[in-house]
């Protein structure tokens, strides 16, 4: 049986007056600088991580992550991590070791070493509510450790111990309570044991809730109770010992991942997946190609992760990470080249999109294998994986997504609701010297269509590409801001100037410290994929905010 006391922590932050924190090491990366890596170790300290501009990604005992421009990330000792970013601007990324000491108070000798089996409060992520106060915090704190005044280098640790106390309120502020930290925990020990018989009961008495209660928390946080959640995990870890695996027996695999019973597991299967394990076998050994961008993400909704696919995408990198793609045939960008990378490869499928590929191309690709060019225009992203799934025989499937992508956009709007009531949002992106408005074929039909947000005023939800001003911006009125900056130099510039502007500052959305960020990719493809992450993201940056 699981130590609750020494495990859950209820009472973390109670014991936050026995700890001691000592700043080691802090390492300010800035946008001269080219990619900064971390490589795959066992740490020893404590670590955070200070996304304060650009992109990266970070795996944390083999989960990955990819970092977000407004995060904080905190890692403890014994984790297995590793870490890359780049792209950054002038606020730079900062990293940081520190080292935690503990003392009960009940005498001098009672002073411990340093702690290694970690009591902080805090792991993971943590979106901070004003980046600007970490990011000056942080930037003061470099200035004074390099200073020769041993008095300037203790102010330095003075002002470490203000961004421990930023992060940790909040991080207090999202969790809300000690049930939460519980939920959390056990969602961890459930992919950890999920080989294991797992009862309710057991999972109860883990978070160190009544059952009942328990059951009511689990499915009101994550959508489902704790028990499908279970069996939705099992049936994920089964599907990759299929694709990596293929010499393994069905029976063999459904032992591996918990199941003692073939017919039952064989149901779930067919319940979480669309199809029976069988099919998904037979389907995983096809050769399929996604020969345009967006065509991976539909794939990889329909449980296909495909054989090739294009080499120069900017996400095809977390697609490999967290998709564990890492035999896909890389595709040139050059047409003729592509098409000869494909004929040598021998595919059973080809799927791409009408509108990007000529007539007389689609016509030479066919003669390599069957293809499936989506039409794109006429249609919505529902209706193109509808399509993709009815070519592959896969409908069935797709029609099960559907319907749990439904039921999580409820749930995720149950969950935001509080957090933007009436509020309006503008989804503004960044690229090049231009601003573009979010709306129709985009993430706007996340918020606007699946979770009911109040679009701003002038929002076009027709044009899939309104343009507009740094001075119109104001006209829209907006009580809210999602922003995305597209990574070349020149948006980057765009976004420093509008940023320091007298008129960006003057919006009400950024007096109220009403704006969020997200990476460029995949944000802007308009995907099955995208939009299911949309919803998790949504999570992350609202839920508990007001």
Known sequence: MVDIEKNIKHNEYASLEGMLFKLREVEHIKSHSSEWKLRLQFVQTHMIFVASSGRGWLTIDGQFTEMRQGSVYV???GQLIEAAAHSFDERGFYHMRFDIIEDDGSSIDSMQVIKRNSTFPVKGEVIVSSLVSVNALCKSICQCLQDEDRLKRFRGQILFQEVLHTILQDALLVQGNDSEAALEYVKGYIEQHYQQELTIDHLAKVAGISTRHFMRLFKKRYGCSAIDYLAIYRIKEAQQLMRTSGQNRLRDIARHVGYHDDIYFRRK????????????????RKKIVAYHFPNIGQLITLQINPFAAPADHPWTDY??????????????????????????AEPDFIIGIDILVPAGEQAMLQEIAPAFFVPWLENDWRTHLRLIAQFL????????WLEKYDRKALFVREQIKHAFKDESL?????????????????????????????????VDRINPDQQVTSDQLADF?????????????????TWRTLMNSELWRGLKAVKNSRVDFLPSYPWVEYTAFTHDLMLDEALKLWRNRA
């Open 393 to 400: 025989d896969k409908s069935t499937a797709s029609e099960v």
């Open 477 to 493: 009125d907006a009580d809210r801001f999602l922003l995305i900056v597209d990574e070349d130099a020149l948006s980057q510039s």
């Open 426 to 458: 503008l989804i503004l992106r960044i690229t090049g010297d231009r601003l573009h408005v979010l709306g129709n074929r985009s993430i706007g039909t996340v918020f606007y269509d699946d979770l009911h947000v109040v679009p701003a005023r002038g």
């Open 319 to 344: 697609y490999k990470r967290k998709y564990q793609m890492d035999s896909v045939l890389p595709l040139s960008s050059n047409q003729s080249i592509k098409r000869e990378e494909i004929r040598l």
């Open 75 to 77: 890692c403890t000792p």
């Open 269 to 284: 299967f067919k319940q979480v997946s669309g199809m029976p394990p069988a099919a998904f076998m037979k389907i995983s």
